[in-house]
């Protein structure tokens, strides 16, 4: 009786071997003439062929698994070993049929429905549909992360201990849960990667080098404990749940982390909220193979920062003693007061309240005006060709002209000429300089003798006057002028001014 029933078992179990090698074989035939279909156009015999045997691959696929599930129960109810290498071997070999096979599909699919894009080339032939797979898996109930990192550990230890330390998982079995599991910017890290076997390594290495780093695990618990706030007025249960969940959790992650020196640590955290970003960032790029940093490793990189800074800095004590060194030396040298910076003329002006603000702000222009008649770096007025030529030619050397002929600015014409200087000779508006005399004169015993100069408050404004008698009378005036301190500064004196 014995014999007969380990017969039976015997034969039960290599029928249902049999069945799960005749589901692939037949799933075999379908994959090869997918393969075949998807290089052929889409009105061709074979993938029409093609699409008709697809629709029998999930009942394959499903008689597989309830055939593999009956025979790990006859194995199991006589303690045989299952599953054997073999048997491992046999599903390892019909997913891969499978997988393909689906993916196959989907490009025929597409290929046939314009409207729908193809899958990528560079993975379509093993691309499966996620959404039927998932639905042969057993399901878990796994957390979810969407990328916060204090969610990170909960979720990594869940995981390992369901999917990725499980060995009756495959690697495309773990890779299907965990992008089920993942949501927000954590499945942002891993979408670039193909759904196939051999990427689920690559893509759980990529999440753990991003979350699973235990200085920034340590930072943000620490950070959960110093943004708490204290609880207001009388405590209640509620008030003091929420803190134990907050700072107590927060501690024994914390602890769970194995700071090699906590105390140092917790100091460094507190002591760099104190420095700028820039400063944070330098310190954190030359510390960045430190596991945890110390707060004796940040006043040691201050302290450089500091020496840094100063050596750099123009304004450091150093530099300033060179400097005044040499500006001793250089005085030392050269007892004369420095010039003043740029052209200067010595200035007479009237006797008028007005000339004082004309003659400051004569010195503000700027030396970069360009002469229209030699071409120099200088105002028109300033022009020595101009102000030696005699008066027709100075009209001819302005012929093209197109300023001021009154205040000779070139940034306006005489009609927009705002200033209220005129001919001290006729009173018309163009400058002095400019004045035509007559050629007789019109008082023998009386001759005026006028500068070929301009009106200009920065050069000779006042007007001296000779009379060609035996007793000429002398006028006086006053003018102010401007001289040279040992600063290099104009300074305003009032002179009285003596013809005689």
């Known amino acids: 009786l014995k014999k007969s029933k380990e017969a039976s078992i015997q034969f039960i179990i290599v029928s249902l071997t049999r069945r799960l090698k005749d589901c692939v074989n037949e799933m075999q035939i379908i994959h090869d003439q997918g393969k075949k279909a998807v290089n052929e156009p889409s009105t061709s ?87 039927r797979i998932a639905k042969s898996l057993p399901k878990l109930q796994l957390p979810t992360f969407s990328g916060q990192l204090l969610e990170w550990p909960k979720f990594r230890d869940t995981y390992s201990s369901l999917v990725h330390k499980e060995v009756g998982y495959s690697d495309m079995d773990k890779f299907l849960y965990l992008r089920a599991s993942l949501k927000g910017s954590a499945l942002s890290i891993i979408s670039h990667l193909p759904l196939e076997e051999m990427n689920y390594p690559l893509a759980w290495q990529a999440l753990l080098d991003t979350y699973d780093h235990h200085r920034l695990l340590a930072s943000a618990y620490l950070d959960q404990v110093l943004s708490f706030k204290p609880i207001q007025g009388k405590a209640t249960s509620e008030s003091l749940k929420n803190f134990l969940s907050t700072v107590s959790d927060s501690i024994s992650s914390f602890k769970f982390l194995k700071v090699d020196n906590e105390l140092e640590f917790v100091l460094f955290h507190l002591a760099i909220k104190g420095l700028d970003p820039y400063t944070r960032e330098q310190f954190e790029i030359e510390h960045k193979n430190e596991k945890f940093p110390t707060f004796e490793s940040l006043t040691k990189f201050v302290k450089g920062r500091i020496v840094a800074l100063q050596l750099s800095s123009p304004n450091n004590p150093v530099a ?132 070929d100069v301009d009106n200009d408050p920065s050069s000779f404004c006042g007007q001296t006057f000779t009379v060609a008698e035996v007793e000429p009378p002398v006028v006086l005036g006053t003018a102010v002028a401007g001289i040279l301190d040992a600063k290099g500064q104009y300074q305003n004196i009032r002179l009285v001014i003596d013809s005689g």
């Open 45 to 131: 015999p074979g993938v029409s062929l093609f699409k008709s045997m697809g629709k029998t691959l999930d009942a394959y696929h499903s008689e597989f698994k309830q055939y593999w599930n009956e025979l790990a129960d006859a194995c199991d109810s006589n303690s045989i070993e299952f599953p054997s290498k073999s048997d491992k071997d046999l599903r390892a070999n019909m997913r891969h049929i499978y997988y393909n096979a689906l993916g196959n599909l989907e490009i025929i699919s597409a290929r046939l429905n314009p409207n729908v894009p193809p899958p990528a080339p560079s993975f379509n032939a093993s691309l499966p549909n996620e959404s």
């Open 320 to 451: 300033q003693s060179s400097n005044t060194i040499a500006i001793s030396k250089q005085l030392s040298k050269d007892s004369k007061p420095p010039k003043p910076k740029g052209n200067s003329r010595t200035s007479l002006l009237t006797n008028d309240k007005s000339i004082d603000k004309k003659f400051q702000s004569a010195h503000k222009r700027s030396p970069s005006t360009i002469c229209f008649v030699c071409k120099a770096a200088h105002s028109l007025l300033s022009c020595e060709v101009f102000n030696r030529a005699p008066v027709q030619q100075k009209y001819e050397l302005l012929k093209d002209w197109k300023g001021c002929v009154n205040c000779m600015s070139s940034t306006h014409s005489v009609h927009q000429c705002s200033s209220k200087w005129h001919c001290r000779f006729c009173s018309q508006r163009h400058h002095s300089s400019l004045h035509r005399f007559d050629d007789k004169v019109p008082n023998s015993s009386s001759h005026l003798v006028v500068p």
